[in-house]
T-cell receptor, first 116, second 115 residues
Framework: DAGVIQSPRHEVTEMGQEVTLRCKPISGHDYLFWYRQTMMRGLELLIYFNNNVPIDDSGMPEDRFSAKMPNASFSTLKIQPSEPRDSAVYFC??????????????FGEGSRLTVL | AQSVTQPDIHITVSEGASLELRCNYSYGATPYLFWYVQSPGQGLQLLLKYFSGDTLVQGIKGFEAEFKRSQSSFNLRKPSVHWSDAAEYFCAVGAGNFGNEKLTFGTGTRLTIIP
């Protein structure tokens, strides 16, 4: 089975530009998470969805960040406008709750964003 | 709010030697605890998890961890490390009805293996 697929793997952009990161979760999974990893802050949960509905976006740093999940197989994280401090690795993860059993989070390989 | 402390930023161990990575957590209720491993340029992979029951948890790749409520710890151990174990290890505590909707990660411990 394919794992969580993220694109692009690497993105270099200039300050002020719009950035869109994409994620395809594992088929059948009902939770999707966006994390950000930096040296300074480590791994931070930005937002997560359950059945395509955003449940908690309290980790989204500011209004420049937005995330959508239009269907069960696709999610985007958008930064507009981007700033150098947004440079990080962004991870998408998905999981499935099975009849009360707590599911494992499966992570994608990440999207490394560099904002110049 | 929950928090996780991994006091060791970097550990170097000889191949074949035993390993213990420390993790302390802070959480008001019964915690859901996890250890993840991250190889360079890769995402995180779950090694093991504790939700309830037996406090000694077995995971993949020969790892185990012990939950000690009195010490608020969940240390990761392996009796004999292999060169392929070199990676970054993250402890996490989960909150939410599901147990892992909101994972709070520690800052990680980088493990180096020397021959």
């Amino acid at each position: 089975d394919a794992g969580v697929i993220q694109s692009p793997r690497h993105e270099v952009t200039e300050m002020g530009q719009e950035v869109t990161l994409r994620c395809k979760p594992i088929s059948g999974h009902d939770y999707l998470f966006w994390y950000r990893q930096t040296m300074m802050r480590g791994l931070e949960l930005l937002i997560y969805f359950n059945n395509n509905v955003p449940i908690d976006d309290s980790g989204m740093p500011e209004d420049r960040f937005s995330a959508k999940m239009p269907n069960a197989s696709f999610s985007t994280l958008k930064i507009q406008p981007s700033e150098p401090r947004d440079s990080a690795v962004y991870f998408c993860a998905s999981s499935l709750k099975r009849g009360g059993q707590n599911g494992e989070l499966f992570f994608g390989e990440g999207s490394r964003l560099t904002v110049l | 709010a929950q928090s996780v402390t991994q006091p060791d930023i970097h550990i170097t161990v000889s191949e074949g030697a035993s390993l213990e990575l420390r993790c302390n957590y802070s959480y008001g209720a019964t915690p859901y605890l996890f250890w993840y491993v991250q190889s360079p340029g890769q995402g995180l992979q779950l090694l093991l998890k504790y939700f309830s029951g037996d406090t000694l948890v077995q995971g993949i790749k020969g790892f185990e961890a012990e939950f000690k409520r009195s010490q608020s710890s969940f240390n990761l151990r392996k009796p004999s490390v292999h060169w392929s174990d070199a990676a970054e290890y993250f402890c996490a505590v989960g909150a939410g009805n599901f147990g892992n909707e909101k994972l709070t990660f520690g800052t990680g411990t980088r493990l180096t293996i020397i021959p």
